[in-house]
């Protein structure tokens, strides 16, 4: 899109999921830079009241409500006028695939991203992509039908490795060092995580974002996740992917080079930055965040992750080395443990314990097809809840 504000276009913007934290602080974005970006899409899942109040602040011409269940919200009634309504599961798709848009941001939870991320390659659209799912399920379908440039990673720490990659030969990395705060218990043996509670969980030190995407960075499945997705984004075997905490979480990542020299990424702790990286790239705008004073910033601390206290960041490492369809199914057994600790009905260490349960169970396929994905997610999600009926009984 053209670099001076008012002589070009501006770049007409779907943003799916736009009532959670990454939607939000995207059109928060959106708003800052109204002369480049037009926002002409949204999609939310049942929060209708947050979507049409963006809607008519937007003027949107098309919105999306992906739970059937919501479908009559009378608020709906107060949409712009001129704004069609689209309903039900596939609903986000088909308006990721409008000609009137440009760039799609993915932001929805969870691995309903993928067919959505799908949607917006096969229709030669910038994916915006700040569901990490999409990859960790699906990469071996989506990956080949990106062109250069065309997907760009939202996720604070790929979209680092993507700018410490600019201008260098791929050829020469020698480690991703993918950065982590280790989240609220960094520190704590497994005996102690035993006993943390929700709220505990929820309390992350640096990031504010949702809910399951909070707990996975409780248990460190979260940066599980990122070294599969970095697998896909960058052509890198995992062993070259190493994860590092990094406690202040100003450091997003680093890339080491062959001749040993390593370039990082620092900046604030704001998702706002790769957001607006995404939608401007190849450009930079004026920051939509708080600028970072190094002078007064103290120090920087790294250490090495504890996986045997934390499963989850193991289990993610041998789902990667697997392959094939065993991410789809540690992603969607990890999904249903996850909701079950947000409504009390198990502890913080039975998530790893019902991931290991259905990846022990699950015998490896390529991964072939959208469908075959599907069918495998919905196994998972059965198989899972058996064993935390077991856990439960």
């Known amino acids: 899109m053209g670099a001076c504000a008012g002589d070009a276009p501006r770049q007409r913007v779907a943003i799916l999921g736009c009532t959670g934290s990454i939607g939000t602080q995207a059109l928060d ?7 480049r970006l ?30 059937p269940a919501h479908a009559a919200d009378p608020v709906l009634s107060e949409l712009p006028s001129g704004c069609e309504l689209d309903v039900g599961a596939a609903a986000a798709c088909r308006i990721a695939a409008l000609d009137d848009v440009d ?73 991703i060092w993918l950065t982590c ?29 949702g809910a399951k995407i909070t707990i996975d960075s409780a248990t460190l499945m979260n940066k599980g996740l990122e070294r599969i997705e970095a697998m896909h984004l960058f052509g890198v075997d995992l062993d070259r992917i190493q994860v590092v905490i990094q406690r202040e979480s100003k450091i997003h990542s680093m890339v ?31 920051t939509p965040a708080p ?34 369809t065993m991410p789809c199914v540690l992603n969607a057994a990890n999904e249903v443990a996850v909701d079950a600790f947000l409504h009390d009905r198990v502890g913080f260490t039975d998530i790893p314990r019902v991931v290991e349960a259905c990846m022990d169970a699950h015998e490896r396929d390529q991964v072939r097809s959208i469908a075959q994905l599907r069918d495998i997610d919905a196994w998972a999600r059965v198989r899972a809840c058996e064993q935390l009926a077991r856990i439960a009984g």
């Open 256 to 286: 080491e080079y062959a001749d040993g020299s390593v370039i990082a990424h620092l900046g604030a702790s704001d998702m706002r930055i790769p957001i607006q990286y995404a939608f401007s790239y190849p450009e930079r705008w004026s």
């Open 291 to 324: 600028r970072v004073d190094f002078r007064t910033l103290g120090s920087l601390t790294f250490a090495a992750p504890d996986m045997d206290s934390f499963r989850c960041l193991a289990l993610a490492e041998e789902a990667g080395r697997v392959g094939g």
């Open 103 to 175: 760039t799609v941001l993915v932001s929805v939870v969870g691995a309903a991203g993928l067919e959505a991320s799908h949607a917006v390659l096969a229709a030669g659209k910038r994916l915006a992509l700040a569901n990490k799912e999409s990859l960790v399920v699906g990469g071996d379908l989506l990956m080949p039908l990106a062109a250069p440039g065309q997907l760009l990673p939202v996720d604070s720490e790929h979209a680092a490795i993507f700018q410490c990659l600019l201008g260098e030969d791929a050829r020469e990395l020698h480690t």
């Open 181 to 209: 705060s280790g989240g609220p218990f960094f520190g704590r043996t497994a005996r102690e995580l035993a006993g943390v509670g929700v709220a505990g969980a929820l309390a992350h030190p640096t990031w504010s974002m």
């Open 29 to 35: 974005v959106c708003r800052q830079h109204a002369d």
């Open 38 to 67: 037009q926002v002409v899409a949204l999609s939310a899942h049942a929060r209708t009241s947050e979507l049409v109040a963006a809607a008519r602040e937007f003027g949107v011409s098309h919105v999306a409500v992906t739970d």
